[in-house]
């Protein structure tokens, strides 16, 4: 599950210089398998509970290999009638499956981060047209200026799609202790719009470090009030709403104006693919497509209206397949798993000598620490050494934290109880240990440790 080999020694177990006569294929894939197989890391391994990164299911991996072996542009309708046929099947059932409104359009992008550019891609362009700007004449520059509000603790890729964007940086609003949007603050930053002007709201549906949801339907109603598009990065938490027992934590989800998301978590399909989903197609047609005359359209929606690229992998082959294999209830169970197994986790490490549990475990992210950073940084340093389990330390409200994530339908509840024993051990170990690590950075010494493995362990 942990790498041997770091980066460096990956490069430096290739060829430094590109060859000059060509090989035979197999000797190619020889020489890749022996340099970049030390450097794998065990991302979808049952005891692999690093950031939010999924699994791969069965059928996602076959049809993963038929979309390189068929290698299909899923540009047009015209490029590929498997792909675009496929694509419209999976956003359907995807659509239906988190409950947002029927026809809605679906992109499919390479993940959250570029669902969340598309998104608000459409949000900015349809809020400037609305007020008789064409962006896509005139550009920005002397545009209306769009305010943009999220929450405190909105994940990074949002403000980061804002900056692609030209939107700048948000405007942030206090979050509660679970991570949500405060709407009392909400409410009042809302106040301050005046109705004329365009703005968009990001909500989110699951933390990335509590996995709390915002409260959609109060939050939503407020931008409504003022007119405002609101955006929902779902990237792992609108899965959610596929499970009858977990879906009131997105309520009121469905009247947002558009939702990111990927397939590559939850859904458990290979890397990469994200959905962008936004409920008036036409908009999100409006933003992201080309005219060009060397195009063969035949009046359908071409699937290079719905995303930012044209020449394209056909990443709805593996979402169809993911989807087909599980069928409704089978992906309802997957979120439901992944649920059960953060709770029994974070019931477990409770009862760990020094170790808390920081959040509400009502999904599937459970972040746990020590006393203090530095005990933390010590009990992430022995978890490494062991190697056992992968856990990933991070920072959250100020403090140094371990944090877990159910995402691969892999893990069991063996799996689960090795994790805790190697916590346990780890907690030991860190108590026992002396003062050597206390005189490094935690935080700077488990992040180098997590990056660069231990060698020989696997
Ligand atoms: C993972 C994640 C993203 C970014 O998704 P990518 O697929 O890595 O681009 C955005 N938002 C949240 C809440 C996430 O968990």
């Given at each position: ?49 690093g950031w ?156 990335v470090h ?148 920081l ?6 992210q459970?972040c746990l620490a ?6 933390t940084?010590?009990?992430a ?10 856990i990933t330390p991070s920072r959250w409200q100020?403090r140094m934290v371990l944090r877990v994530s ?37 935080s700077?010494?488990s992040a180098?440790?997590c ?8």
């Amino acid at each position: 599950m942990h790498a041997q080999y770091t980066a460096d020694e990956v490069a430096a177990a290739l060829p430094g210089q590109l060859p000059e006569h060509p090989s035979q294929a197999v000797e190619v894939i020889r020489l890749l398998l022996r340099a970049a197989e030390p450097g794998l890391v065990g991302t979808g391994a049952g005891r692999f509970f690093g950031w939010v990164t999924g699994g791969v299911l069965p059928a996602a991996l076959a049809a993963d290999w038929l979309t390189s072996t068929w290698d299909q542009n899923a540009m047009l309708r015209a490029s590929s009638p498997a792909a675009a046929g496929v694509e419209t099947v999976a956003a359907r059932w995807l659509v239906d499956l988190l409950g947002l409104p029927s026809g809605s359009g679906v992109g499919f992008v390479t993940g959250a981060t570029m669902a969340n550019f598309t998104c608000l891609a459409t949000a900015r362009d349809t809020l400037l047209t609305a007020r008789g700007w064409d962006v896509a004449r005139d550009g920005l520059t002397g545009a209306p200026r769009i305010r943009v509000i999220a929450g405190a603790e909105v994940h990074d890729s949002v403000p980061l799609a804002l900056r692609y964007l030209g939107l700048g940086e948000p405007e942030r609003v206090a979050a509660d202790p679970q991570g949500r949007i405060d709407l009392t603050q909400l409410r009042r930053a809302l106040a301050r719009c005046e109705r004329a002007e365009p703005t968009i709201v990001c909500l989110q549906a699951g933390n990335v470090h509590s996995g709390a949801f915002d409260l959609f339907s109060e939050a939503i109603e407020a931008a409504r009030a003022v007119g405002a598009w609101v955006h929902v990065d779902g990237a792992f938490g609108l899965w959610a709403a596929a499970s009858p027992r977990l879906a009131h934590l997105v309520d009121g989800v469905a009247q947002a104006d558009s939702w990111a998301s990927d397939a590559h978590k939850t859904l458990n399909v290979p890397h990469d693919c994200g959905l962008a989903i936004v409920a008036d197609p036409s908009r999100l047609h409006a933003a992201m497509g080309m005219q060009g005359a060397y195009l063969i359209r035949d009046g359908g929606v071409d699937p290079l209206t719905t995303v930012p690229e044209l020449s394209r992998r056909a990443r709805g082959f593996s979402v169809w397949a993911a989807l087909a294999q599980l069928g409704r209830r089978g992906v309802a169970q997957l979120v439901e798993t992944f649920a059960d197994h953060a709770a029994t986790f974070a019931a477990r490490v409770q009862r760990i000598d020094g170790l808390h549990v920081l959040n509400d475990v009502d999904f599937t992210q459970v972040c746990l620490a020590a006393e203090d950073d530095a005990a933390t940084g010590r009990v992430a340093a022995e978890l490494n050494a062991q190697a056992r389990v992968w856990i990933t330390p991070s920072r959250w409200q100020g403090r140094m934290v371990l944090r877990v994530s159910m995402s691969t339908w892999r893990t069991t509840g063996e799996d689960l109880e090795e994790a805790v024993d190697a916590l346990r051990a780890a907690a030991e170990r860190s108590r026992r240990a002396d003062g050597e690590w206390e005189t490094t950075d935690p935080s700077a010494e488990s992040a180098r440790t997590c990056a660069e493995a231990p060698r020989a362990r696997q």
